[in-house]
C-alpha cells in the first residue's frame, strides 16, 4: 500500500543557488547534500515537516535533470511515495498496463529501493516509489 510522500523533487541549476531562497528564505533545514553517481545528480535533503524537499542539480550533461532543465526549465520534476513491497507491486503495475521506467526495485539512498514509473503514465508527473530499508 501506498504509506505517504516520501519527498518532492525539485529539479535545479544550482544547489548552492537554490539553497538561498529553499534553505536561508523559507527556512527548511538542510539535512544532508550528497552525490548519486547513478543517476548522476547532487542532491539536498531538506526538511519539510512530515516530508522532504529534495533539489535535484545535474552533475552531467546526461543526466536525466540536465535534459529536463534544458527542455522545461527549473521547477518539480517528480513526487516520491513510499510503498512496501515494492517489487510484488511493480509487477501489479505492469500487468495494468503502467509504463515502467524500472521494471524492478534499484538500490536508492539511504538503502531503499526505487523505482520510476514514466510520466505518459502518470497524467505528466514522473512518479518514483521507494522501499524504505528496514
Ligand atoms: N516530469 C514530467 N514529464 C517529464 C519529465 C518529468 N520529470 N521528464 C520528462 N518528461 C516528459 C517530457 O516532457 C516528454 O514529454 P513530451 O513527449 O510530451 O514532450 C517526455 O516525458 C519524454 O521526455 P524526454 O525529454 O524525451 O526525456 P526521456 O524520455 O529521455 O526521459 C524520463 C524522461 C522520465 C524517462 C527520464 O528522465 C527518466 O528515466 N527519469 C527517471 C530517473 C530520474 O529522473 N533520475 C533523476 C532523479 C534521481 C533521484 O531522485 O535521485
Redesign the pocket.
Known amino acids: 500500500m501506498i504509506k505517504g510522500i516520501d519527498?518532492i523533487?525539485i529539479?535545479v541549476k544550482s544547489i548552492a543557488e537554490a539553497k538561498k531562497f529553499w534553505v536561508d528564505t523559507l527556512g527548511l533545514e538542510l539535512l544532508r547534500i550528497e552525490d548519486?553517481p547513478e543517476?548522476?545528480?547532487r542532491?539536498a535533503m531538506l526538511k519539510a515537516g512530515e516530508t522532504t524537499v529534495?533539489l535535484?542539480e545535474p552533475t552531467a550533461p546526461d543526466?536525466?535533470?540536465h535534459?529536463?532543465i534544458e527542455?522545461?526549465g527549473e521547477g518539480?520534476?517528480?513526487v516520491?511515495f513510499q510503498t512496501d513491497k515494492l517489487a510484488e507491486r511493480l509487477k501489479a503495475l505492469k500487468t495494468a498496463g503502467v509504463n515502467l521506467?524500472?521494471e524492478r526495485p534499484r538500490a536508492?539512498?539511504s538503502g531503499a529501493g526505487?523505482a520510476?514509473l514514466?510520466?505518459?503514465s502518470a497524467h505528466?508527473?514522473?512518479v518514483?516509489l521507494c522501499e524504505p530499508h528496514d
Open positions: 519527498h523533487g529539479a548519486v543517476q548522476k545528480v542532491v529534495e535535484l543526466s536525466p535533470v535534459k529536463f527542455k522545461r518539480l520534476h517528480h516520491t521506467i524500472d536508492g539512498a526505487i520510476f514514466h510520466p505518459k505528466g508527473v514522473l518514483e
